[in-house]
């Protein structure tokens, strides 16, 4: 069956799977969220134990997953993955160094030699959750909005801004204030997806004045997500985008392109609506009743979501990587993809991606069996 596919397929086939990949970084960043909302939610070094303990225990799959997107692109769409990663490096550094401080931070917290002290960890750790979530939104708005950089006859990068992919977050421009929009919509949405893990996750029957927190938490910061989220779906509704336009491969600027895209897959429309409905309705089952299920409602709406804004602006003949200063160097699923052989390969590896999720969904099942309680944070068991 695979062997029939053909190249276009396959090419819309492995940026369903990145995609899919993403969404899912997306819902595991409720660890980013948790970690930013500890000094708002834990009053006591025992609360803060509590909650870095149940974090310390998923950080890793947040991790891996990332890194699974980034080689899944690297396999499938190597030269999105050279004209990024070579030409934006700083924003990708500065990632890449959030996510070691996590590392370190839930390895050296609690040592006893720890010289530094528990607080400068934990700043570390905020630092991760706000930082790192906050650049790779700004990261994906560039998938709308463009790049400054520029391909020649070999494919060598020329990036035009000094800035090194910083400029999606730091010039002063319309796009940036889209990536940014974008960067704060999913710094405040793993915000509450944070608060109602930690509902879900944790014992908080001796500590309700936790709990009162945590519900607090996760309804604030899905008021405070929501211009972000109403100015992003406005600005897609009549921004324009970077469509393919001829069989050659041209690239233009077409009007409304992304409610051109939307309006030919009304499939899309229907997940994103789906998406937001999801994660609405697990805000409201954690902040406004006693249940702890939320997170459930809420992890499947961010990945209905983060689906739709990863797919729209690459499928219906558009530019998923625009170009700024040379259009016909924008990247898209066609001219930017691997070899077909190697993407038939890759999809008969795929066939064992069931496995692997089956897996993961034991391993988090068998580490979430029992709620974590406040005997779990001893010295052996805390981060």
């Known amino acids: 069956m695979i062997e029939q596919l053909d190249y276009k397929t396959l090419q819309h086939l492995w940026w369903l799977i990145c995609s899919v990949v993403g969404a899912l970084f997306l819902f595991l960043t ?6 930013s909302l500890l000094w708002q939610v834990a009053k006591t070094p025992t609360e803060k134990d509590l909650i870095i303990n149940s974090l310390g225990r998923k950080w890793e ?13 690297f396999a499938s769409f190597p030269k999105f993955y050279s004209t990024s990663f070579g030409g934006a490096y700083w ?12 590392a370190v931070s839930y390895e050296f917290r609690k040592k006893p030699w720890n010289i530094y002290g528990s607080l400068v960890y934990e700043g570390l750790l905020f630092i991760n959750g706000v930082v790192g979530v906050l650049l790779i939104g700004a990261a994906v708005g560039t998938f709308y909005t463009g790049s400054n950089f520029q391909l ?12 090194r992919g910083l400029e999606a977050a ?21 915000r509450t997806l944070g608060a109602m893990y930690l509902i879900n996750n944790l014992e908080l029957g001796e500590i309700p004045e936790m709990e009162t927190r945590l519900r607090k938490a996760c309804w604030q910061n899905l008021i405070l997500s929501l211009p972000f989220c109403l100015l992003i779906v406005a600005s897609l509704l009549f921004m324009r985008g970077y469509g393919i336009v001829d069989a050659q491969g041209t690239i233009e600027i077409v009007s409304f392109k992304y409610l051109r895209n939307l309006l ?10 789906a998406g937001l409905g999801l994660l609405i309705y697990g805000v409201w089952k954690t902040a406004k009743t006693t249940e702890t299920c939320g997170i459930w409602y809420g992890g499947l709406g961010t990945v209905l979501v983060g689906l739709t804004v990863l797919m729209l602006p690459a499928y219906n003949n558009t530019a998923f990587y625009p170009s700024k200063v040379d259009l016909q160097s924008s990247l898209t699923i066609y001219n930017a993809s691997s070899s077909p052989y190697t993407l038939k390969v890759m999809t008969y590896v795929a066939l064992g991606i069931p496995f692997v999720l089956a897996y993961v969904a034991y391993v988090w099942w068998a580490m979430n069996r029992t709620k974590i309680k406040i005997e779990d944070t001893g010295d052996r068991a805390a981060y």
């Open 152 to 163: 020649d006859a070999s494919n060598f990068v020329t990036w035009t801004s000094p800035l």
């Open 61 to 73: 799959m947040t991790f891996t997953t990332l890194v699974l997107f980034g080689g899944a692109l």
């Open 264 to 273: 030919a897959n009304p499939w899309m429309l229907g997940l994103l609506l």
């Open 30 to 35: 409720f660890v980013q969220g948790g970690q």
């Open 91 to 102: 924003v990708w550094i500065l990632i890449l160094f959030t996510f070691i401080v996590q």
């Open 170 to 190: 730091l010039s002063p421009s319309v796009s940036s204030i889209f990536n940014i929009a974008m960067g704060l919509f999913l710094v405040f949405n793993s």
